[in-house]
């Protein structure tokens, strides 16, 4: 039967998923064991959320199923696609995937510590910063005690590297 011989009514609204972390296409999708578990740990939150639907309009819960299951497909490629990284594995000496760097910016006392993680674990208020960010790709392969430029529109950010670790 055409399209053309349906209620309006009967059309099927599309849910609307906001895309997930930005990832390139062709980079490898690195996570920490702890960031794999945030993963592992939101795709049961939807499969929960998915098995305790009970709207009671059909509709309603139709969209809602079709919502939580374009988000689970997101979510499964990122899983699927994703290599955990040994931290123990890491040169521990050199700025690498999963390394904690404590910084001084060297304009000022100004000290921070933040870690180089995957794309869907990034939160910055948490410190971390995925390894795709300007920073990120400017600390890779230092040591303790390099200085890094990190290119600003107005200004330059000069940091000096205090400590590499990886626990």
Known sequence: MSRGFVKEDDQEEVPRVPQRAYLPEGVTNFVTPFGMNQLLA????LLNKKNNLNNANENEKRIALNYINAKLQL???RIVEAKIVNLNEQPQNE????????LKI????????FQIVGVDEADISKGKVSFI???AKALISKKIGDK??????KKDIVFEIIDISYS
Do not use: H, W
């Not at 060297?106 to 510590?113: C, G, L, M, R, V």
């Not at 890094?148 to 529109?153: A, E, R, S």
């Open 95 to 102: 700025i690498r995937f999963g390394a904690m760097i404590t």
């Open 106 to 113: 060297e304009a000022s006392t100004n000290i921070q510590t």
């Open 42 to 45: 939101e795709k049961q939150m």
């Open 133 to 135: 960010s300007p920073i």
């Open 75 to 77: 979510l499964n490629n």
């Open 148 to 153: 890094v430029i990190l290119k600003q529109v």
